[in-house]
T-cell receptor, first 115, second 109 residues
Framework: GAVVSQHPSRVICKSGTSVKIECRSL??????MFWYRQFPKQSLMLMAT?????????EQGVEKDKFLINHASLTLSTLTVTSAHPEDSSFYIC???????????FGPGTRLTVL | AQRVTQPEKLLSVFKGAPVELKCNYS??????LFWYVQYSRQRLQLLLR??SRESIKGFTADLNKGETSFHLKKPFAQEEDSAMYYC???????????FGQGTRLTINP
């Protein structure tokens, strides 16, 4: 149990376009989902915390207008990278948290390449 | 501010040797610590958490509040233990994790 999926697993886009990444909890309801960014050979950096039905909480230095997060249901959160630029190229990972626990279950990640 | 430090980026040991991956934290609240592991081409997964006080795949980790450490240990390393290991701290009330830089463990045959 506790499986989290991400779609797409890999995306290549042109500079200036927007890209949407989906994160789904397949067999449980996630009141909270998290979005991370991971640069090559570096650790995961939390970008934002997404709570179902409310606005996301962004970490310091993360542009909320650049990285739009929507958590419309207890099983789906989306991250939209707007007007993507090459410096946005990275590995984006989501995780879903079980209610009243600190346990997070991670998705497989999405590799974004902006040309 | 909360911080997790893993001083070793790379650690290489021989099969059968003991292994210790170091983790130190800085946090003013009551810490809850985790070790996550990422095997090659797989997603990040929870290895163990300090409140469980359990041994997973032969690994154990003890929270030492005096030294603010949560080192991961295994007495006899196996080749399948080769992976990236991340120590993480849970922020009380926020449900979010702060990760260390990670240690890449390589077990040599």
């Amino acid at each position: 149990g506790a499986v989290v999926s991400q779609h797409p697993s890999r995306v290549i886009c042109k500079s200036g376009t927007s890209v949407k990444i989906e994160c789904r909890s397949l067999d449980f309801q996630a009141t909270t989902m998290f979005w991370y960014r991971q640069f090559p050979k570096q650790s995961l950096m939390l970008m934002a915390t997404s709570n179902e039905g409310s606005k996301a909480t962004y970490e310091q230095g993360v542009e909320k207008d650049k990285f739009l997060i929507n958590h419309a249901s207890l099983t789906l959160s989306t991250l939209t990278v707007t007007s993507a630029h090459p410096e946005d190229s990275s590995f984006y990972i989501c995780s879903a948290g079980l209610a009243r626990t600190d346990t997070q279950y991670f998705g497989p990640g999405t590799r974004l390449t902006v040309l | 501010a909360q911080r997790v430090t893993q001083p070793e980026k790379l650690l290489s040991v021989f099969k059968g040797a003991p292994v210790e991956l170091k983790c130190n934290y800085s946090y003013s609240g009551s810490p809850e610590l985790f070790w996550y592991v990422q095997y090659s081409r797989q997603r990040l997964q929870l290895l163990l958490r300090h409140i469980s006080r359990e041994s997973i795949k032969g690994f154990t980790a003890d929270l030492n509040k005096g030294e603010t450490s949560f080192h991961l240990k295994k007495p006899f390393a196996q080749e399948e233990d080769s992976a990236m290991y991340y120590c993480a701290l849970s922020i009380q009330g926020a449900q979010k994790l702060v990760f260390g830089q990670g240690t890449r463990l390589t077990i040599n045959p």
